[in-house]
């Protein structure tokens, strides 16, 4: 039974599901910026590039650090083991590829990026598939942690975006391939906010409405907040080093202590719908994941998510890389193009985790159709 089917059919009310905790947290932990850049191979503490649509990167392949051989066979009797966010990858995918493979799958999770880096970069796990986000990319390459890739074995990687198959932040999809993207709006209900928060001329402005106190949270996330308050004054560049900016900014948020009692948590996906919250800043899989937690009696139409429909707002993405210290490499490369299978991105994301692979056969249209997207909620793709 997926995740979607229990929700439906147990009528259990949306407060007692999410005792179990948050179940989207994939996207919600910043690496540490005070975290060495180093480690590994003499790489010491230098300064990496940081990768920007206008400063893209190609990652080294290292001398000690080749791709494997083409044309190798898949490893025997061995057990692929999987390093993911808890309850980010629909188990019955990765049962069918153990069941197609000849294999077993093992799925380990971690709670935050920090956690995972140190846990691989001590050198006593042998996972072979991970999931970071770009901003560890960096250091997993020049540490030698991460495994560059043999593009022969993942023909799907041409199902993604295109814009996604050689990314600015790994020209050439060296290291990764894509898993999820999402944006970061503003969710809230409107049956409790009177508020067009859409129209307004500065929707983010809805946060310091004094009318929501004690009902406005923002993701407990550094560079999300920092970034929204950014967006606020119009700075697109969210990724600024200007001490004004970031200082006007830091400024910004702190009134919504005393302004509004403002709340921090990444539950936005039960929050709204059960009410506790009625503004969120949220994630895009969230608000999809939102409409299966709303208690009974309570309609979809309740749920509203903004994003700012012509562009220029945050955009944050999951992938899946090649740990170098993993015992099965050829596996591993199968279950990166297994992931790519357009079929299966779809049901992960359709039938369980609620945040969208960057697929080309993906659109708004088709989402709504198939019922996996409500129509008020198709801003969320």
């Known amino acids: 039974m997926t995740r979607r089917e ?11 599901l999410s005792s179990a905790g948050a179940l989207l947290e994939a996207c919600g932990r910043a690496s540490n910026p005070n975290a060495s850049a180093g480690g590994g191979s003499g790489s010491g503490s230098s300064v990496l590039p940081l990768a920007r649509r206008d400063h893209p990167v190609t990652w080294p392949i290292y001398p000690d650090n080749p791709p494997i051989a083409s044309g190798l066979s898949p490893e025997k ?7 993911n966010w808890a309850d980010y990858l629909y188990k019955k995918i990765a049962n069918d590829f153990a069941k197609h493979y000849g294999c077993k799958v093992e799925i380990s999770t971690f709670a935050d990026v920090d956690e995972a880096l140190a846990k691989v970069r001590t050198g006593q ?13 960096g250091k997993l390459v020049v540490s030698r942690l991460v495994r560059p890739i043999n593009h022969s074995y993942i023909p799907n990687l041409s199902n993604v975006w295109s814009n996604l198959q050689s990314p600015f932040y790994d020209v050439g999809s060296r290291y990764t391939v894509p898993y999820t993207i999402y944006s970061t ?16 001329s500065n929707p983010y402005d809805i946060y310091w409405n004094a009318a929501y106190k004690g009902k406005t949270y923002l993701l407990d996330d550094y560079r999300e907040t920092i970034s929204m308050a950014l967006l606020r004054h119009g700075i697109t560049d969210i990724n600024t080093a200007d001490p004004a900016k970031i ?9 919504l202590i005393s302004q509004v009692d403002v709340k921090l948590d990444t539950s936005d996906y039960t929050d709204l719908p059960e009410g506790k919250s009625w503004i969120h800043q949220s994630w895009s899989g969230s608000l999809i994941s939102a409409q299966w937690y709303l208690p009974k009696g309570i309609p979809v139409t309740a749920l509203s998510y903004w994003y700012p429909p012509a562009g220029g707002g945050v955009v944050g993405q999951d992938n899946i890389a090649i740990l170098k210290s993993g015992k099965n ?32 056969d993906i659109d708004p ?5 198939d019922q996996a997207v409500p129509a008020n909620l198709v801003s969320s793709v």
């Open 6 to 16: 229990f929700l439906r059919r147990s009528g259990v009310t949306a407060v007692a």
């Open 77 to 83: 009797n061995a057990t692929l083991k999987i390093y």
């Open 125 to 137: 796990v042998d996972f072979d598939v991970y999931f970071p986000d770009p901003s560890l990319l």
């Open 185 to 200: 709006g503003i969710g809230w209900r409107n049956d409790h906010v009177s508020v067009d928060v859409a129209g307004m």
């Open 247 to 255: 200082n006007m900014a830091k400024d910004d948020l702190t009134q």
């Open 329 to 360: 490499p050829v596996l591993a490369h199968l279950f990166l193009n297994w992931m790519l299978d357009n079929k299966n991105a779809y049901s992960n994301f359709v039938d369980f985790n609620g945040y969208q692979p960057p697929m080309s």
């Open 365 to 369: 249209d088709r989402l709504v159709s």
